[in-house]
């Protein structure tokens, strides 16, 4: 799929049938418990995670969900999490650091929701305390974007050891669309715009924002959902098995260098 162009990607990662946090914990994990509620306003269903096993291991898992109906969507807020998300993602998290479990994570969302209620629930401080938390913990943390990924939405739930993408997913600090209204006011131009702004896994992955690549059945993950959750589970495994060799003051410290070193042009490489 290598001839792809970046708005072809950008198609494909909001594909609604595409694999997601469901599939795959229903294809990777067994005896998934889910855990609800950020014990402070409520539930927001735009977050599902628990406790799971994963090949025996016991995890943490954390994904977005958009859900693939509309009644799903409506339900889930279309992926884009409320504070109250945020900071259930933060229980779980914090939970996994006591417990000493890995925590994994599923990224597939257009950001998180810029409502007024969210916002007067403290949405910005829901997100910059995931990142402070997420950057000391001394567990493995993988995070994995299936689909969209996009800004601090996506963020909150992908300061990580390694980051790995689908071969067809996107990352970026906002839409196509948005940038396009922002840089040149006409939305419209959202193609041109997802090329400038180097959001697919080849271009990320040679900028050092991300670890692997995992691919994609012919077509896209939606194609075969099966093998897509096959080849996520490869990955999954390789990195996770490595990372657990780790020292848990090591872990920390990898996490804290790997995101201070984004952006930083060394000798005869380009900046980002």
């Keep these: 799929m290598s001839a792809l162009t970046a708005a072809e990607r950008v198609a494909m990662a909001r594909h609604p049938q595409r694999p997601n946090i469901t599939d795959y914990i229903d294809g990777l994990f067994t005896d998934f418990f889910e855990q609800k ?51 259930k993602a933060l229980r779980l998290m914090r939970q996994a650091e006591k417990f000493r479990r890995p925590v994994l994570t599923f990224i597939d969302t257009a950001g998180a929701y810029p409502g007024l209620e969210a916002e007067a629930h403290g949405q910005g401080e829901a997100i910059a305390r995931n990142l402070l938390e997420m950057s000391r913990l001394t567990v493995p943390v ?23 993408m689908q071969e067809n997913a996107v990352y970026a600090i906002l839409s196509p669309e948005g940038f396009a209204s922002i840089l040149w006011k006409d939305a419209a131009r959202s193609a041109e715009a997802s090329e400038l702004m180097r959001l697919t896994a080849p271009e990320l992955l040679r900028l050092g924002i991300i670890d692997d690549i995992i691919p994609e059945p012919e077509g896209g993950a939606h194609c075969d959902a099966a093998q897509a959750i096959r080849e996520v589970d490869r990955a999954l495994r390789r990195h996770l098995s490595s990372l657990c060799k780790e020292s848990g003051a090591a872990l920390a410290e990898d996490r804290y260098q790997k995101f201070r070193k984004m952006g930083v042009a060394a000798p005869g490489k380009e900046a980002l």
């Design 37 to 87: 509620g950020d014990r402070l306003c409520g539930e927001d269903e735009a977050i599902l995670g628990g406790v799971a096993l994963y090949h025996g291991q016991s995890v943490t898992v954390i994904g977005t969900r958009k859900g693939k109906t509309l009644e799903e969507n409506l339900r889930c807020n279309f992926g884009m999490p409320n504070p109250e998300g945020y900071r």
């Design 142 to 164: 993988v995070a994995v974007i299936t689909g969209e990924g996009n800004s601090g939405g996506a963020l909150a739930l992908g300061v990580a050891n390694r980051i790995l």
